[in-house]
């Protein structure tokens, strides 16, 4: 059970708009931890999608923006492609008693 | 480009010890954290802990810190996981990732090894 909480799946065709919601708690997003995402094809490591909430790495289309308000935070994907087709994970860092580096449960896009 | 490989073997019994390292190729490991992380099949990442190479300043994941232990190896470029007395539900894919957290609360992870696969069985 993740302390940051994703929609399991999404879908949209190509050429749409999608959101990927990270909803975390005071103890985490909700006290003004950085939000990070990533993308993970099957069978491949994870990538940096943004990081600090707001930023992309170098490389990464600016169709992806990330975004955080209170105790959550969004990725969206604008004009979608086909190759978008991934798993998508939000992470933070949660400071209550287990105080740890934590991820969010993850989110299959598929695009229609 | 930094690139980050792990290596270590791929079965390892219950109750025995799960040794991975990752040689990463293209940067010194100097002056950065570094991580490991795993994905059971199927399922979602789990923040195992880091280390830092120089000082090996260490910061372990609670529910998994009575059994991890991290080390890096500057003269090889190279940083390791040990995790103790392991069961079947550490079953996973390895990665190592380069940590850009100065601090636990800020910081993610950039560049990330292929993953190396680890099944705890007799």
């Known amino acids: 059970q993740s302390v940051l909480t994703q929609p399991p799946s999404v879908s949209g065709a190509p050429g749409q708009r999608v959101t990927i919601s990270c909803t975390g708690s005071?103890?985490?997003?909700?006290?003004?931890?950085?939000v990070h995402w990533y993308q993970q094809f099957p069978g491949i490591a994870p990538k940096l999608l943004i990081y600090s909430n707001t930023n992309r790495p170098s490389g990464v289309p600016d169709r992806f923006s990330g975004s955080k308000s209170g105790t959550s935070a969004s990725l969206v994907i604008a004009g979608l492609q086909a190759e978008d087709e991934a798993d998508y994970y939000c992470?933070?860092?949660?400071?209550?008693?287990?105080?740890?580096?934590?991820f969010g449960g993850g989110t299959k896009l598929t695009v229609l | 480009q930094v690139q980050l490989q792990e290596s270590g073997p791929g079965l390892v019994k219950p109750s025995e010890t799960l040794s991975l390292t990752c040689t990463v190729s293209?940067?010194?490991?100097?002056?950065?954290?570094w991580s490991w992380i795993r994905q059971p099949a199927n399922k979602g990442l789990e923040w195992i802990g880091r280390?830092?190479?120089?000082?090996?300043?260490?910061n372990y994941n609670p529910s998994l810190k009575s059994r991890v232990t991290m080390s890096a190896d500057t003269s090889k470029n190279q940083f390791s996981l040990n995790l103790n007395s392991v069961t079947a539900a550490d079953t996973a894919v390895y990665y190592c990732a380069r940590d850009l957290g100065s601090s636990l609360g800020k910081g993610y992870f950039d560049h990330w090894g292929q993953g190396a696969l680890v099944t705890v069985s007799s």
């Open positions: 293209g940067g010194s490991i100097t002056n950065y954290f």
């Open positions: 992470q933070s860092y949660d400071n209550s008693l287990s105080a740890s580096r934590v």
């Open positions: 280390v830092k190479a120089s000082g090996s300043t260490t």
């Open positions: 005071s103890s985490n997003i909700g006290a003004g931890y950085d």
